[in-house]
């Protein structure tokens, strides 16, 4: 594999093999903590063409990890369009020996264009494409989820985790629905039918519009940000009356299993899609998905580039 576009073009094997590099590289490096030289003298480069804190950090964290050179480009504002613009930039970071280029774009499509337009040989990682996809989130998702309900089990066989709200805009959302019945979960998607995608039922995953019905079937629920910016008119007549029927809240958090987990992808609308109270409780895994994507990131950076590397 050279590039990571996206979960669809993992096997379910592919994705247990980077859950596996991903804990087996936080355990050499002490979780973190130690450098390991798998990527000295490799340049990667970030080109955030979107807002991004915790991608853009993990991604910057995970290259250093492996001693990698990083080299960050954030091209937010520039009146960049898919075509040629992105087609200069390659060639510019073509010019600079990039090995591997992380790439967020308002544009779904993106990345597979930077991967198989014949303008790099870099490796690509797909960190967001507009609405399409987002694969390592998902992929740190997935771990979160795997270390608390699965430890010990290869996959999610017997789990049924919801995904809810503005499933729509939401790449995180469609990476996840892929990755996550691939290992065998039962997902189910709850959203306003405005905030549901054309042809959702060829997705492998169920709907449901009533978050209250959905709740105590759930062993994971991920609520998603509401996108106001990738909106351009009104989907639900106010944030009030949405999170009243699709956000979680104290009251809904209990009705969910007892050994249920809250994920959330950040950056979060508290108070309308998640409470803070829910946010901040014992059963939010929040921060878990923050670590873990660091883990993941290595991970496909490692398996993406690490292998024939000649360190000096
Ligand atoms: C998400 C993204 O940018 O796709 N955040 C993230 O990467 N953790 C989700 C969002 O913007 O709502």
């Known amino acids: 594999m050279k590039h990571l576009i996206s979960v669809q073009d993992l096997s379910r094997n592919d994705t247990l093999h980077i859950l596996d590099t991903a804990r087996e590289l936080d355990r050499v490096t002490n979780g973190g903590s130690k450098l390991l030289p798998t990527l000295r003298g490799r340049t990667v480069v970030n080109l955030f063409y979107e807002d991004s804190t915790r991608t853009r950090l993990s991604f ?7 001693s990698a050179d990083v080299v960050t480009f954030s091209a937010k504002g520039s009146s960049v369009s898919k075509g040629e613009s992105l087609k200069d930039t390659a ?3 073509k010019a600079m020996g990039a090995d591997m280029i992380v790439v967020r774009h308002p544009s779904p499509g993106a990345a597979h264009r930077l991967a198989h337009a ?6 690509v990682i797909n960190a967001g494409d507009g609405k399409h996809e987002h694969p390592t989130q998902a992929l740190a998702d997935a771990l979160t ?3 608390h309900l699965r430890p010990d089990a290869v996959d999610f066989d017997g789990l ?11 790449r995180v959302a469609r990476s996840n629905i892929f990755l996550l019945s691939s290992l065998g979960a039962k997902v189910v998607v709850v959203s306003p039918p405005t905030l549901l995608p054309v042809k959702i039922e060829n997705w492998p995953c169920t709907v449901s519009y009533s978050l209250d019905a959905t709740l105590p079937e759930l062993d994971a629920i991920m609520m998603l940000r509401v996108q106001q910016e990738r909106m351009n008119g009104t989907f639900f007549p106010s944030e009030l009356e949405y999170s009243r029927a699709f956000g979680l809240n104290r009251a809904r958090a209990a009705s969910l299993p007892d050994h249920a987990i809250v994920l959330h992808p950040g950056p979060m609308n508290r108070g309308v899609e998640i409470t803070a109270e829910v946010a901040d409780g014992i059963r939010s895994v929040i921060t878990d998905q923050v670590a873990n994507g660091l883990k993941v990131r290595m991970a496909a ?9 000649n360190v000096a």
């Open 60 to 66: 910057e964290r995970a290259a250093k990890r492996l």
């Open 91 to 93: 060639l510019t970071l």
């Open 118 to 123: 014949g303008w790099l040989e870099s490796s």
């Open 145 to 147: 989820i795997r270390a």
């Open 160 to 170: 049924t985790i919801g995904i809810v709200g503005d499933v729509l805009h939401s």
């Open 301 to 309: 950076m490692y398996l993406l580039i690490g292998g024939e590397v």
